[in-house]
């Protein structure tokens, strides 16, 4: 078992670690039913539409051993097809209004600048015809259009990028360079990342513990888990760690799993769970309860995220705009893992992407505006493990001969009290917390 539960060539998780299977990725937008009254100063209304659904395929690329095979390197590339079966239209034809994120982007970086010189860039972007809203496909929304105003800035700056997408530029890209620990040394060190993009810990946030590359990337964790521990990931895409909590047994392809999912401390407001102070940048500068500011790791640009449809937020955010209706059946992040060998059964990520819309000086058309958190699009992407899979588990966990449940036991109790010498060592893991 020892053996077995390590990220080395001959484990049996090895092959499966390197080759997962392919995973479904839904794509949900909110279109927007009424600018006009949001630019007048009322509440925006919004109709969800989708789901665009796409399979995304990722495989471990460069593996490389390090340090006696006590680490590997590795880029996990991902690469996205759509399922027009599993959709509910066709993200070419589809159109969805939603917020001009290039637009609110350039103006959230003005204030800086004279009110001339805000003036002035007002009225050349007037001449473009470009709104705080803007019409197009679903396909290129999500997979980049050449934007106007970017254009314009790219003929006096080549270094910015005339095309945007929500998705732009990731098909078939990684999410950076990573070293984990193969669980050679210690079992509970299985597959936790050691360094990410060279780096141990981040420099984005107000405090070391906010700063940290705690836990795994979500896909493997160590065995033996109990209900009573936290799990830690490193989510890449919203630069900063999160934890999971045990919420209930469940049962998968007749498999027992522990459920674990983000508890409601993750996103809560740093008056209620002072942790989360590190990450107000600059430091102080606090959002509310469910949402968490990327601005940092994200150009500047006024992104926050959350999860769907602000569940688990601040009412406030929830009533700021017609048309949501947060549930935890729907909205919430889960994993389900088998106990014993600390492999996912079963994966929900879900989470939002959302913009902080407001008042600008210099930019007439947003004067009358309510400041809003507005949520542009989330994400639902799921992954379970195969029947052949599953039928393996099943095989190793309750029809093993009694000699092998023996040795089982021996290594259970050796690992068991392989954690109480580190508990009395006094070895304690960081809490971290999470967005998206």
């Not at 929900?348 to 930019?363: E, S, T, Y």
């Amino acid at each position: 078992m020892w053996k077995e539960v390590t990220l080395t060539e001959k484990s049996q998780v090895y092959e499966s670690w390197k080759n997962p299977p392919p995973s479904y990725l839904e794509y949900y937008f909110f279109n927007v039913t009424n600018p006009e009254v949001f630019m007048a100063g009322g509440k925006a209304s919004v109709k969800q539409i989708g789901p665009y659904t796409y399979r995304v395929h990722s495989s471990r690329e460069n593996v490389t051993f390090l340090e006696n095979g006590t680490k590997v390197y590795a880029l996990n590339p991902k690469t996205f097809v759509f399922v027009p079966e599993k959709s509910i239209g066709d993200p070419q034809v589809d159109i969805v209004r939603t917020v001009n994120i290039p637009f609110v982007t350039i103006m959230n970086e003005l204030p800086s600048y004279s009110f001339f010189l805000r003036t002035i860039v007002s009225m050349y972007i007037n001449s473009l015809g470009i709104e705080l809203f803007m019409t197009r496909t679903v396909h290129e929304v999500l997979w980049g259009f050449e934007d106007p105003l970017l254009t314009k800035l790219h003929s006096m700056k080549p270094e910015v990028d005339e095309y945007f997408g929500l998705m732009w530029k990731k098909n078939g890209t990684h999410e950076g360079e990573f070293v984990f620990h193969t669980g050679e040394q210690n079992y509970l060190d299985y597959g936790k990342i050691d360094t990410w993009n060279g780096m141990r810990e981040m420099s984005w946030w107000s405090s070391n513990q906010s700063n940290m590359i705690n836990g795994t990337d979500g896909t493997v964790f160590h065995p033996l888990i109990n209900r009573d521990e936290l799990l830690y990931i490193f989510a890449a895409d919203f630069c900063r760690s999160i934890h999971l909590a045990y919420v209930e047994d469940v049962e998968v392809k007749g498999i027992q799993a522990y459920r674990f999912a983000p508890p409601s401390d993750v996103l809560m407001s740093p008056k209620n769970n002072p942790t989360n102070a590190g990450f107000c940048v600059p430091a102080g500068d606090c959002l509310g309860t469910g949402v968490h500011k990327v601005s940092v790791c994200r150009e500047g640009a006024p992104i926050v995220v959350s999860f769907p449809h602000f569940y688990q937020a601040d009412p406030a955010y929830i009533n700021a705009i017609d048309g949501l209706n947060p549930n935890k059946e729907e909205h919430e992040t889960y994993l389900d893992l088998q106990p014993t060998t600390g492999v996912p059964i079963r994966a929900c990520k879900r989470a939002q992407l959302n913009m902080i819309l407001k008042r600008v000086p210099g930019f007439p058309k947003t004067k009358n505006i309510t400041e809003t958190i507005f949520p542009i699009m989330f994400i639902n992407e799921m992954a379970t493990t195969d029947d052949e899979s599953a039928a393996q588990m099943r095989s190793l966990l309750l029809n093993t001969p009694q000699q092998n449940r023996n040795i089982k036991e021996e290594i259970t109790t050796f690992f068991l009290r392989s954690r109480q010498k580190r508990k009395e060592k006094k070895h304690t893991i960081t809490k971290a917390v999470w967005p998206m």
